[in-house]
T-cell receptor, first 112, second 111 residues
Framework: NAGVTQTPKFQVLKTGQSMTLQCAQDMNHNSMYWYRQDPGMGLRLIYYSASEGTTDKGEVPNGYNVSRLNKREFSLRLESAAPSQTSVYFC???????????FGPGTRLTVL | SQQGEEDPQALSIQEGENATMNCSYKTSINNLQWYRQNSGRGLVHLILIRSNEREKHSGRLRVTLDTSKKSSSLLITASRAADTASYFCATDRGGSEKLVFGKGTKLTVNP
């Protein structure tokens, strides 16, 4: 099992460009999450999906959109990137029976 | 807003010593979790303690929870250089699907 995978690992964008961060899990988990981590900060929740077909806003959703494509995949889209979105983005998933979240390796995004 | 706040922000110890990190939170919880993050990597779950538990052990890890004080501590005994990482507490805010993470404690274990 690969667990939670994220692509790409690194990305540099110019202000105003758009991009989609991809996340997939092979653990048959119902819930999936997108976080951002900034220096000296913990993780802040952007969006989450408690089940296939549903998405909800987290703490910092402005400037982002998400799609729960199927049970395995949960993508995060930046429509018009801004320098304030420079961060490391983590995807996570959680099964129905346990409260533990499993994290991907992260995507390091720089917006110039 | 941050639910959990870890203390200290940074901790530097010698190999073989014990490391203690604390976490305070604000609202009622069903459980509290501790995660570790090695530099440049994703978070890895260490241990979960439920609100009706006071202490839990896993290998060299010992976690305590005091719901009256809304605080938890993580003790790593006989630390190793490989324990060097950032440690985060996370709470579920009373059973929410969402976790709220603190800012973390950066632990350095010197060989």
């Amino acid at each position: 099992n690969a667990g939670v995978t994220q692509t790409p690992k690194f990305q540099v964008l110019k202000t105003g460009q758009s991009m989609t961060l991809q996340c997939a899990q092979d653990m048959n988990h119902n819930s999936m999450y997108w976080y951002r981590q900034d220096p000296g900060m913990g993780l802040r929740l952007i969006y989450y999906s408690a089940s296939e077909g549903t998405t909800d806003k987290g703490e910092v959703p402005n400037g982002y959109n998400v799609s729960r494509l199927n049970k395995r995949e949960f993508s995060l889209r930046l429509e018009s990137a801004a320098p304030s979105q420079t961060s490391v983005y983590f995807c996570a998933s959680k099964g129905q029976r346990r409260d533990t979240q499993y994290f991907g390796p992260g995507t390091r995004l720089t917006v110039l | 807003s941050q639910q959990g706040e870890e203390d200290p922000q940074a901790l530097s110890i010698q190999e073989g010593e014990n490391a203690t990190m604390n976490c305070s939170y604000k609202t009622s919880i069903n459980n509290l979790q501790w995660y570790r993050q090695n530099s440049g990597r994703g978070l890895v779950h260490l241990i979960l303690i439920r609100s009706n538990e006071r202490e839990k052990h896993s290998g060299r890890l010992r976690v305590t929870l005091d719901t009256s004080k809304k605080s938890s501590s993580l003790l790593i005994t006989a630390s190793r250089a490989a324990d060097t990482a950032s440690y985060f507490c996370a709470t579920d805010r009373g059973g929410s699907e969402k976790l709220v993470f603190g800012k973390g404690t950066k632990l350095t274990v010197n060989p």
